[in-house]
């Protein structure tokens, strides 16, 4: 029974990779490459390969101690560990069968759009602050380096997406130093090696903060290869319109799914345009000690609508989806945000009614 459990389960371990890797081929190029990661980290194909690769293990390291008639102290059989290792086969068919359940669906277009919709909610609302919340309305709020101050610049060291700010750490770090810091790149955006990422802004007469200090500034900004959501809504809003642009495409011409995408980005931005923008400057004790380039709403808004309106501007569901998220948007949004959204439901008019036009001729 030990050695039917090892020989199985490697084998069946080996068919759900197998099977992992063709449903993320698929969504690769149907959907998106920027949604590979989304099937990577799911929970249920991470504990389905785990218990298939425990159970495998645990009958091998079991299968050890059995001992036949040959053996120097006698036969000995381990019968508890035995049913033990049956019940880990139990579970693993279990957790199979919950595997296939979960790839069915997880590669269906409305469970990813779906998907990133839920985490890019998560996303806005830990980001951008509720429009009564204390410091919210200082997001338009300009700082100039005042007179005598220069700036000692900190190159980044290696090149990829900025993922995280930490600005706890950065204000801090600023406040014990007697400095204002201002970092350079959005999150979300790519620098090469060399490129300036922060700068130090401190007056004259102190000189310029020591290599060693600047060192420990290096993990206050986090650079990765691959972009994450954890501080980037924008990065959940662009995923989707990569989706929405592939079934745009000729090759495709897929525009219902376009408008499962433009259904998805209007449940987010009802949320983006009723929240106020986040600060781009960072106070203590009334004075500024950190700078930044936070995500505006206009850019995510820009983001959201541009893109499917440009491709999708001679589709009759398209524009006339983008006027229709635009008009209820204008219903919520506050006051600062309505000319955005304004501006794109004058050009999301017009395409409707040249597409109205052409369909007429």
């Given at each position: 029974m030990l050695g039917s459990i090892a020989g199985a389960m490697i084998s069946v371990t080996g068919l759900v990779f197998s099977?992992?890797?063709?449903?993320?081929?698929?969504?690769?190029?149907?959907?998106?490459?920027?949604?590979?990661?989304?099937?990577?980290?799911?929970?249920?194909?991470?504990?389905?390969l785990g218990i298939f690769a425990a159970s495998f293990t645990y009958a091998l390291t079991v299968l050890r101690s059995v001992q036949g008639e040959s053996g120097e102290t006698?036969?000995?059989?381990?019968?508890?560990?035995?049913?033990?290792?049956f019940l880990l086969v139990l579970a693993s068919v279990g957790m199979f069968l919950a595997f296939i359940h979960h790839i069915t669906n997880s590669i269906q277009v409305s469970s990813i759009v779906s998907h990133l919709g839920d985490d890019t909610v998560?996303?806005?609302?830990?980001?951008?602050?509720?429009?009564?919340?204390?410091?919210?309305?200082?997001?338009?709020n300009s700082w100039e380096p005042?007179?005598?101050?220069?700036?000692?610049?900190?190159?980044?060291?290696?090149?990829?997406?900025?993922?995280?700010?930490?600005?706890?750490g950065l204000v801090s770090w600023a406040d014990e130093h007697d400095v204002?810091?201002?970092?350079?790149?959005?999150?979300?955006?790519f620098i090469p090696e060399g490129t300036p990422a922060v700068q130090i802004w401190h007056p004259v007469s102190t000189g310029q903060?020591?290599?060693?200090?600047?060192?420990?500034?290096?993990?206050?900004?986090?650079?990765?290869k691959d972009r994450l959501s954890n501080q980037d809504p924008a990065f959940g809003i662009r995923k989707?319109?990569?989706?929405?642009?592939r079934a745009l495409s000729p090759g495709t011409n897929d525009p219902t799914t376009a408008v499962q995408v433009l259904d998805e980005l209007h449940r987010i931005l009802r949320l983006v345009v009723v929240r106020a923008e986040l600060p781009a400057l960072v106070t203590r004790e009334g004075r500024v000690r950190l700078v930044h380039r936070p995500q505006r709403v206009a850019q995510l808004v820009d983001l959201a609508v541009a893109e499917p309106l440009h491709y999708g501007k001679d589709s009759l569901q398209v524009p006339r989806?983008?006027?229709?998220?635009?008009?209820?948007?204008?219903?919520?949004?506050?006051?600062?945000?309505?000319?955005?959204?304004?501006?794109?439901?004058?050009?999301?008019r017009e395409h409707v009614g040249a597409v109205g036009e052409g369909g007429g001729q």
């Amino acid at each position: 029974m030990l050695g039917s459990i090892a020989g199985a389960m490697i084998s069946v371990t080996g068919l759900v990779f197998s099977i992992t890797m063709v449903v993320i081929q698929l969504a690769s190029s149907q959907y998106s490459p920027r949604v590979m990661g989304d099937f990577l980290s799911s929970r249920i194909t991470q504990l389905t390969l785990g218990i298939f690769a425990a159970s495998f293990t645990y009958a091998l390291t079991v299968l050890r101690s059995v001992q036949g008639e040959s053996g120097e102290t006698g036969q000995f059989v381990p019968q508890v560990s035995v049913t033990l290792g049956f019940l880990l086969v139990l579970a693993s068919v279990g957790m199979f069968l919950a595997f296939i359940h979960h790839i069915t669906n997880s590669i269906q277009v409305s469970s990813i759009v779906s998907h990133l919709g839920d985490d890019t909610v998560d996303v806005v609302g830990r980001y951008l602050p509720e429009p009564d919340a204390p410091g919210s309305r200082l997001g338009t709020n300009s700082w100039e380096p005042g007179a005598g101050t220069i700036a000692q610049t900190l190159l980044a060291v290696e090149h990829g997406s900025v993922v995280e700010v930490d600005h706890r750490g950065l204000v801090s770090w600023a406040d014990e130093h007697d400095v204002v810091v201002e970092v350079l790149p959005q999150v979300g955006d790519f620098i090469p090696e060399g490129t300036p990422a922060v700068q130090i802004w401190h007056p004259v007469s102190t000189g310029q903060v020591d290599d060693e200090h600047l060192k420990k500034l290096r993990p206050f900004v986090v650079v990765e290869k691959d972009r994450l959501s954890n501080q980037d809504p924008a990065f959940g809003i662009r995923k989707l319109v990569d989706i929405g642009e592939r079934a745009l495409s000729p090759g495709t011409n897929d525009p219902t799914t376009a408008v499962q995408v433009l259904d998805e980005l209007h449940r987010i931005l009802r949320l983006v345009v009723v929240r106020a923008e986040l600060p781009a400057l960072v106070t203590r004790e009334g004075r500024v000690r950190l700078v930044h380039r936070p995500q505006r709403v206009a850019q995510l808004v820009d983001l959201a609508v541009a893109e499917p309106l440009h491709y999708g501007k001679d589709s009759l569901q398209v524009p006339r989806r983008i006027v229709s998220m635009l008009e209820d948007l204008l219903t919520v949004a506050l006051p600062e945000h309505r000319a955005c959204l304004q501006e794109w439901l004058v050009t999301a008019r017009e395409h409707v009614g040249a597409v109205g036009e052409g369909g007429g001729q």
